[in-house]
């Protein structure tokens, strides 16, 4: 249980809320938590801090914002799946708040997801197997369908990347990835992307990108990657010069 010495500051008064959110972080990470794992419940986080009901709901609320604690009510507080939602959200916020960043930030998404894909290059030729492959290509094959029958790729597209990804065993590129999607996703509607006319390009970077790691080619599958991200680069690009030729 956290320690009564550090419940208390200064004259004795109840900690504010920046130190109860503090101190539960540090439950968590003394008590090496994991997700999922129960909190104390707030009675038990009052005594032990010193501080009142108030401060520690408001400490509870910013830290299930941050994904960091999740309240599930009726039964309690538990570590939350740390997660970047706090990450999304605010970048999202920043996309929509202003008529020029919202392209700087699309345009700085596909360049974190390039740098992911290309960065690991080496190490994707080298994890793959060939079931993996194949699960990557029949993706491939459902985006080209898709694509004949008028629909939209985006979901495929998505999947795509979050199963290659997948076997770098690496939580955090992962969650990154997924955040930059998630980004993407709900920004790009509000800007006006031509999208369709060059989506075939899109589905033929992807084929070629699964084709390259099976011949363990790691500087084919680095071209196939900035083949696949160009289209996006073009649509950001003349959307924007169409909105400045507006202004």
């Not at 492959?133 to 080209?144: G, K, P, R, Y």
């Not at 084929?207 to 680069?233: N, S, T």
């Amino acid at each position: 249980m956290i320690s009564r010495d550090n419940a208390r500051f200064g004259n004795g008064r109840s900690l504010r809320r920046s130190e109860v959110t503090e101190q539960i972080k540090r439950y968590i990470l003394d008590n090496r938590l994991r997700p999922g794992d129960p909190l104390p419940t707030e009675i038990e986080l009052c005594a032990a801090l010193g501080a009142s009901r108030s401060s520690i709901r408001e400490a509870v609320k910013t830290l299930d914002a941050l994904d960091i604690v999740e309240v599930r009510h009726g039964h309690g507080t538990y570590v939350g799946r740390l997660s970047l939602s706090a990450l999304v959200e605010g970048l999202t916020f920043r996309g929509l708040l202003s008529p020029d960043d919202d392209f700087r930030v699309l345009a700085d998404l596909v360049d974190v997801r390039e740098l992911f894909e290309q960065g690991t290059a080496d190490r994707l030729v080298a994890t793959l197997t060939t079931p993996h492959l194949d699960a990557l290509d029949a993706l491939v094959d459902e985006m080209a369908e898709r694509l004949r029958r008028g629909q939209d790729i985006v979901a495929a597209d998505r999947g795509f990347h979050a199963m290659l990804l997948e076997p770098l065993a690496n939580e955090l590129v992962g969650q990154l990835s997924a955040a930059c999607w998630d980004v993407h996703a709900i920004v790009a509607p509000h800007l006006n992307l031509v999208t369709g006319q060059d989506e075939a390009d899109t589905v033929a970077a992807h084929r070629a990108m699964v084709a390259a790691v099976r011949r363990a080619d790691a500087a084919a599958f680095r071209d196939a990657v900035r083949a696949h991200y160009a289209p996006v680069r073009r649509r950001i690009a003349a959307a924007r010069a169409g909105r400045l030729a507006v202004l």
